[in-house]
């Protein structure tokens, strides 16, 4: 018999005291300790059966087989299904899965799409490194993130099939098998195979990623939204968007004449800009889980808008019916309702500059009677809500910053096993300033506090949602954040997260902390990227930017040096349309123009010489270094310069160019 709730409730906050749930160290879902059950198998020569996910009936659910087809599902480990099975092959990518019929986990499937675009984030996911010949005891292991925790999960490898052949997903290369297995754990963590019909594919995102998923209505987009989605685009994100419902349910699913399928999941896999008959186009690459039915309107794979750009923007378009097509922005926000964006940078999703952000996580429960107080229709309830308290710090004294300096998500969570079963409440919250004559207040703030105040921030609507985000600029000071249900006595726990940017506190930096800083942060949440900052690179950077020449650079010199880096490392990613974490040579033209220089073909040439590898491509570290030396010789230019012209003694020759 399991340990009663509240006993549960305290050895999980033990646990999170401890740092068990973090990336790093996982709680053991099901209490199943994957190393203790592969060495009790390991030793007893056993194959290991799951008794808290058995291979019957109750794992695959009820609804998604005829009741004709359920007796005929065999259970079989992959080397009875093919005799040299293997856990992943190598060059994974989203067209190696495919899906089943039987289940609606469309969702599911393009979050995997977005999945195998990051290799880091897969890896940890998918925990590779297992094989069926090394110490193979019938048992793996996966990593989740459910509801504020990262957790292992723990299967056997017997798979529902029919015929010998898979039911459910399974990889194209009927010897590949971590997208089978995948799906089985994922099942395990929703109580069956059934529990995964329909869902937002921003779950199953945050579930892959730990990170902060942000769902926007494409009916009133937000006016920075390709920016934003070119940032995604060049971190680590994973990006999704889906499609309208039919006007009835036997609509749904159905392939409309453009070559889209209604109220369908896709991932998306790519952003670009391309030039069509001179002028600019923004490109949005789309994936459809089911490997098949593609858009066929313009930028489709067979389009004549093709023909319109040069030869290495025709490259990134592959006439090849694998699901994945190309359509215009204009295109996608006419023919998709909304678009999910999960990313573990909240500079990614804020649009600010490389910040330092600082986090509070609070788990809390609505209860009737005492603490589900509802929303401030009724005021007289309304304070009996959760309250928390935040201090916003002040930042640069640039009263021009609009940058969003305070981000509120709030998370419901269920205590049903299955989730289906899982009802959520339309949630939401509310930021009250706290005047300076209340700043002392102890315990709750009471009705008569609300009854006066109005609250300065809120989310726009309750939402029916697992999970509610959003961004706010509030002005320095003391606030009141109070999360709450719409409906008074709605009984369900949540996490309330509140992130705040604060003046992140420099010294004087020398060319190692500059290295450090460079490596730890600006490359931060980058897949692509290929070298890290040299310390070379970096006593040359402390050089243009130090103006005191005293070897450091101090707090003014920093920021200016850090505004600049973030600046020029998204012209990089951005212009680094074919993601191979370097510039071509026609890239780099692209980059150096949008950073505001113009360059004749001789000088190209010799800067490609000068800063790029043997094959003439350039690193981001290079062209971080080049931008900036460009930059100071031309202020020194122009600063020294009389009527076009510049003359140096000799010493003043050598000071120039030996520290500069």
Not at 185 to 204: P, R, T
Not at 381 to 394: D, E, G, I, R
Not at 457 to 479: D, Q, W
Request: with cysteine; net charge neutral; glycine share 6%.
């Amino acid at each position: 018999m399991p340990p009663p709730g509240v006993c549960l409730s305290i050895l999980s906050e033990r646990s999170r005291r401890h740092g068990q749930g973090s990336r790093d160290a996982p709680l053991k879902f099901m209490d199943q300790d994957f190393r203790h059950l592969q060495q009790h198998c390991l030793m007893n020569k056993l194959w290991f059966i799951d008794g808290m996910f058995p291979p019957d009936r109750k794992s695959i659910g009820q609804g998604i087989l005829s009741p004709d087809l359920l007796p005929r599902v065999r259970w079989l480990r992959p080397q009875e299904i093919v005799s040299n099975p293997c856990f992943i092959l190598k060059n994974t990518s989203r067209f190696d899965f495919v899906q089943s019929s039987s289940l609606g986990n469309c969702w599911f499937l393009a979050s995997l799409g977005a999945l195998t675009l990051h290799r880091p984030v897969m890896d940890h996911v998918l925990q590779t490194g297992q094989t069926f010949q090394d110490n193979y005891a019938g048992i793996f292991h996966f990593r989740f993130w459910r509801f504020g925790e990262w957790v292992e999960v723990v299967i056997d490898d017997k798979l529902p099939t029919l015929d010998g052949k898979p039911i459910f997903a399974h990889s194209r290369d009927l010897t590949e098998f971590w997208p089978a297995l995948l799906e089985k754990a994922y099942a395990k963590v929703c109580g069956s195979y059934a529990d995964m019909d329909k869902g937002n594919i921003s779950e199953a995102l945050m579930d892959f990623t730990g990170g902060l998923a942000m769902t926007f209505q494409l009916n009133e987009p937000p006016e920075q939204l390709w920016e934003l989605m070119c940032r995604a685009g060049q971190s680590e994100s994973l990006m999704g968007c889906g499609t309208p419902p039919g006007a009835s349910a036997t609509w749904n699913n159905s392939l409309l004449p453009n070559g889209l399928v209604k109220e369908h999941a896709y991932a998306i896999t790519g952003v670009m800009k391309a030039i069509s008959n001179g002028c600019p186009v923004r490109l949005v690459r789309i994936f459809n889980p089911w490997g098949y039915m593609e858009w066929t309107g313009d930028w489709s794979d067979r389009s004549p808008m093709w023909k319109t750009v040069n030869e290495e923007t025709q490259k990134f378009n592959n006439i090849i019916d694998n699901g994945e097509f190309w359509m215009s922005m204009e295109d996608f926000l006419k023919n998709f309702t909304q678009l999910n964006i999960c990313s573990q940078s909240i500079d990614v999703l804020a649009g600010t500059p490389a910040s330092h952000w600082t986090s509070r996580f609070h788990h809390g429960r609505w209860v009737v009677g005492t603490t589900a107080g509802g929303s401030t229709n009724d005021l007289d309830s309304f304070w009996k809500n959760p309250q928390y308290y935040v201090k916003l710090s002040k930042m640069d004294d640039d009263s021009a910053d609009k940058d969003p300096n305070i981000l509120v998500s709030l998370m419901q969570k269920s205590d049903k096993r299955h989730r289906h079963l899982a009802a959520y409440f339309h949630i939401g919250f509310s930021i009250y300033e706290v005047p300076s004559h209340v700043k002392g207040q102890t315990g709750k703030f009471p009705a008569s506090f609300f009854k006066r105040h109005r609250p300065v921030a809120r989310t726009k609507k309750y939402l029916n949602a697992r999970e509610v985000i959003e961004f706010f600029r509030l002005k320095p000071g003391a606030y009141l954040v109070v999360p709450s249900t719409f409906n008074p006595d709605e009984t369900s726990s949540f996490i309330l997260a509140i992130f705040s940017r604060t003046k992140a506190q420099y010294k004087e930096v020398d060319a190692e902390q500059l290295q450090k800083l460079l490596n730890e942060n600006l490359l931060s949440g980058f897949s692509q990227k290929k070298t890290n900052f040299s310390l070379d690179s970096c006593h040359s950077i402390v050089a243009m930017m130090d103006l005191s020449v005293s070897g450091r650079l101090n707090e003014d010199e920093f920021i200016r040096l850090w505004k600049r880096a973030v600046l020029y490392r998204d012209i990089f990613y951005r212009t680094d349309v074919s993601r191979t974490g370097n510039l071509s040579m026609n890239e780099l033209r692209n980059a150096l123009e949008a950073a505001g220089f113009g360059l004749n073909d001789h000088m190209l040439n010799l800067m490609a010489l000068r800063y790029g590898g043997s094959t003439g491509e350039m690193s981001l570290e290079s062209f971080i270094c080049l931008i900036l030396r460009m930059e100071s010789m031309a202020k020194i230019f122009r600063k020294i310069a009389a009527g076009g012209e510049m003359h140096l003694g000799e010493n003043e020759w050598m000071y120039l160019t030996m520290y500069s």
